[in-house]
């Protein structure tokens, strides 16, 4: 994602950077620059670009978009480009296509490079409010990188980092081998190993997230995915069904080194071709891999709901 965000990678995947940082290995995401949007304006499917900050300290460690407004209700079949909503954060080869039943990221084949596609909301999510996507992800499995969706500060500054995400990491190279082998000692820290599927949560200052791992048969066919942020905690549900529920509770805004006014959570979306253990690896995939996103929502916890 790539956005954390998956930063982390180029989105702010930093989070399961770090549950490996707190099984042994260096700090996370904090040291990996951001990829920069590289891709051709014809990849973005008509979504204007997000854009870049300013030079200075925070163009290195806050990768959101430039303008971001008041929590408010909004919706969207994603059949055309929302640029009042959202905005895409591309790199490489990942590109968006907006079609009559909705709006397919995808990256291509590849065998070196980091591909990226990527959407960004323009609109603040604080405590009270649910998000929630319906999302075909058929074409996901066997991906040796990452996906997700769901809501995330996207700062690089760790400590500030929030994310609350359905997230997928996996890779079959000897990597993720090796990422198995920790897997007692993730489980103790953080209740599960970030490899796989599973949802995520980073708060404020905790440098630990916690994770839930869920059964891949999720990702089968078209899913409802609502996460939903309270004043006791953060919950996840699939379809109107509870599947994870964390007493971790967001903030509303984070404040980052040099940049000049407070960062809200926003809802974030991406496919990469990278693995996250605990930087982010560039990994060869054979096949090309999508997901569609079909429908969205978000607003109040009462008027918002799990399931279309």
Known sequence: MCMVSKGFRH?????????????????????????????????????????????????????????????RTYATDFRRPDNKDFCSYNVARGNLRYRPDGLTLAIPPNTSGANNAEILSRVAFPKGRRSTVRVNADRIKGLNGTVGWGVATRTLEYPQLQVAWFFYNDTDSELGKLTTQLKPIAEHLAGGLPKGFFAMVKTENNLIPRVMPLPMSLLDGTHDYAVTASRSGTLFAVDGKTVADFDMVLSDTVRVIGYDKPVPLIFQTWVDSNYWFPYPIKQQNPAGHSYRLERFAEGPVASTPTRF
């Open 11 to 71: 989105g702010v995947a930093a989070a399961a950077v770090c549950l490996a940082t707190a099984v042994g290995s260096v700090p996370v995401g904090v040291a990996a620059a951001e990829p920069k949007p590289t891709a051709p304006a014809s990849s973005d499917g008509g979504l204007r670009p997000c854009g870049k900050n300013p030079a200075g300290l925070q163009n290195q460690i806050y990768f959101g978009t430039k303008v971001v407004e008041a929590p």
